[in-house]
């Protein structure tokens, strides 16, 4: 499998994914834990048996430093959709996350004293301007949106501010878990698909606290809508539906990553990654018509320059264009 049908496997999984996931919150905002425990749940299931083959294949990564990692990685993957509770616009949320760069370089920063060029700390301060433009944006339309009382308004923005204090932690807390696999992939060498076993199979335990949330929810989808899936013909709530192809595109993109990962440069990862975002961004608008001022589309703008920026693709093309001349030169 090449890096063409990897680049497939992203941007269909992806997209997919995050319509599904609309799909679902729009029904049950709250449903964050349960799609969280589902995607778990069956990549934990796969990994077990074409990772581990059943158990018997003893990991190349000492356990307790997953141990520390799946504790990281369970909290991101927990705030981060249960955030959506707290009125928090899809949209928002994605532009939102598109700052992992921002987190990345302050922490890269203050734990392994890194050094960045003046392009990088640019291409910062645009990300931090795109995603302050959006999020000033959406709290003014939480304010509009409720006019009603006074104390109503000042609830609703308060709910709203603790939901964005929750995505800007489940930031930070990623970016630590991203510098924490660095230093284990440098001491043990590089196993992602071992490591995206481990992450989905050892936090399992952990959904025991939020059991009550997701027995009830199971409840509420059980009592959705009966649709009929196509080809199958079989007849089954459409909550479930819909959970059930968030879990396979949430896989398939994961999947889509991975190959990525061990067929290009990190450089093209990163782009194909951040050109994903663009185009989920705007199908969820567009096609769930979400609230989205001229000003988010500056914001949102400013954010992907920046990305771009950062990951220095501007001045990547131009090599790639000078390559030819170069060459010519040099047999001259």
């Known amino acids: ?3 063409g049908f990897a680049i497939v496997l992203v941007f269909v999984g992806c997209c997919s994914n995050v319509v ?7 029904q049950f905002p709250g449903c964050g834990n ?4 589902a995607q778990f749940v069956f990549i934990a299931l796969e990994g077990f048996i074409f990772e581990t083959n059943f158990g018997r294949k003893k990991p190349a990564i000492p356990l307790r430093n997953y141990v520390i990692m799946v504790t990281m990685f369970f909290t991101v993957s927990v705030i981060n959709n249960y955030a959506l509770n707290f009125n928090i616009a899809m949209p928002l949320h994605m532009i939102f996350r598109s700052g992992s760069l921002i987190a990345n ?3 890269g920063i203050i734990i392994l004293k890194k050094r960045y060029s003046a392009s990088k700390y640019l291409s ?4 931090s301007a795109g995603i302050f433009i959006c999020t000033i944006m959406s709290a003014r339309q939480m304010n509009v949106g409720n006019e009603g009382s006074e104390e109503q308004g000042f609830y609703a923005l308060m ?3 603790i939901g964005i204090g929750m995505l800007t932690f489940a930031l930070l807390m990623s970016a630590r878990m991203g510098i924490f696999q660095e230093t284990l992939y440098k001491q043990y060498g590089k196993h992602s698909k071992e490591a995206l076993f481990y992450n989905h199979c050892l936090p399992l335990p952990g959904f025991l606290l939020l059991s009550t949330d997701i027995y009830n929810h199971c409840v509420y989808f059980s009592h959705s809508t009966p649709t009929v899936v196509p080809v199958v013909g079989l007849t089954m709530p459409i909550m479930w539906l819909y959970l059930l192809i968030n879990v396979i595109t949430q896989y398939v993109c994961i999947r889509g990553v991975f190959i990525l990962t061990t067929e290009c440069t990190s450089l093209t990862v990163t782009l194909v990654v951040t050109l994903r975002k663009f185009l989920s961004l705007i199908f969820s608008i567009m096609y769930f018509q979400n609230p989205f001022t ?3 589309w500056v914001g949102t703008a400013v954010v992907f320059l920046g990305t771009l920026l950062y990951t220095e693709v501007w001045s990547s093309m131009r090599a790639a264009l000078r390559g030819p001349d170069v060459k010519e030169k040099k047999a001259e």
């Open 294 to 296: 001229t000003w988010h």
């Open 20 to 26: 599904s996931l609309e799909l679902l919150v729009r």
């Open 1 to 3: 499998m090449g890096p």
């Open 34 to 37: 349960i799609v969280t425990f």
């Open 124 to 127: 910062v301060a645009l990300i």
């Open 105 to 107: 370089m302050i922490l």
């Open 159 to 161: 709910h709203w501010l």
